[in-house]
């Protein structure tokens, strides 16, 4: 197996390879500037300057000698070339980072243009947030005939994709009834609604006491401990912030409602009914979720 070094000089000595192969021989537009295309241009951003279609925004220089759809780069390309190099690497992606033209002249429909490439630059290896890759800088001169018309230095970041961030899970859903459930988590208290009235303890929260139908919600907070009521054993679809099969337990609290949540690092088939079991809080970004661990009794 090739080491990380010397795939970098492998790189870089490629690189040094196609740069001193120096400018690529010339590669000419399919079609003369001609005003149609310039008129779609200009229309599709807004440029209403009346000079155009009579000549060419400078702009345009790249427009006349693009590929098309089905264009295969010539293999002597040495911006095709460099690329190659990289995705043999294990540099397979790519997004462009810079782009600086430089216009000597207004072009005019007729003129057919055609297009060189130079390998300026190539360094690396960089750590970005998109992940490890190499800047390419390559340099274009436009021509019509054998006067430059327009240049062009265009760098890319050619990349091995980081690896995603690890889910932060789904944040709860906080609304003006469960909103003092949500603020008593985040300090780290397990904060279970009363009705004002009767004095009943329930969850969910709601605004109106099932047993009395007052509408004087309260909350106390409760001991944080209680007993598996019930459980199941997720094992699909997958979910954010989770990895292989999990439990969520019917948790019955001491105080007596019942709650939902997941139980921790416990093995499904060790989970029992009437495990006592504690609450902890879980930051998931600013919120903080109530989950259960078994403790021994
Ligand atoms: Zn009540």
């Keep these: ?22 400018v690529s021989g010339l590669r000419f537009g399919r ?7 310039i008129r779609s241009w200009t229309e599709a951003l807004g440029d209403t300057d009346p000079r155009y279609p009579e000549l060419a925004p400078p702009a345009m ?12 780069r010539d293999p002597a390309d040495p911006f095709g070339q460099i690329l190659e190099v990289l995705d043999e690497a294990g540099y397979p992606s790519i997004v462009a980072t810079n782009c600086e033209q430089t216009y000597h002249r207004y072009l005019r429909p007729g003129e057919t243009l ?36 327009a240049e062009m230095l265009f760098r890319v970041y050619k990349y091995r994709p980081a690896p995603p961030p690890p889910p932060a899970g789904i944040p709860p859903l906080v609304s003006k009834d469960t ?72 948790v019955e609290l001491a105080e007596g409602p019942r709650m939902v949540g997941e139980l921790l690092d416990v093995e499904p088939s060790e989970v029992h009914i009437g495990q006592s079991v504690r609450v902890e809080f879980q930051r998931r970004g600013e919120f903080a979720i109530p989950a259960w661990r078994a403790v021994e009794v």
Excluded at 1 to 21: L, P, Q
Excluded at 120 to 149: C, I, M
Aim: glycine content about 10%.
């Design 1 to 22: 197996m090739t080491s990380t070094v010397d795939s970098e000089e492998a790189v870089r000595a490629a690189a040094e390879r196609i740069a001193a192969t120096g």
């Design 31 to 37: 079609d003369p500037v001609n005003e149609p295309m």
């Design 61 to 72: 220089a790249q427009v006349w000698t693009m590929m098309g759809l089905h264009g295969e």
């Design 114 to 149: 055609a297009v060189t490439t130079r390998l300026d630059q190539v360094t690396g290896p960089k750590r970005t947030a998109l992940g490890e890759g190499w800047f390419v800088t390559v340099h274009n001169t436009w021509y019509s005939g054998a006067e430059a018309v």
């Design 179 to 250: 909103e003092f459930f949500w603020a008593g988590a985040a300090l780290g208290e397990l904060r279970i609604q009363r009705c004002g009235a009767c004095g009943e303890l329930r969850h969910p929260p709601g605004p109106m006491c099932p047993r009395c139908q007052e509408l004087r919600p309260e909350h106390v907070v409760v001991s944080g401990l209680g007993t598996v009521y019930s459980f199941v054993v997720h094992h699909h679809p997958a979910v954010p912030g989770h990895t292989g099969p999990f439990v969520i337990a019917l």
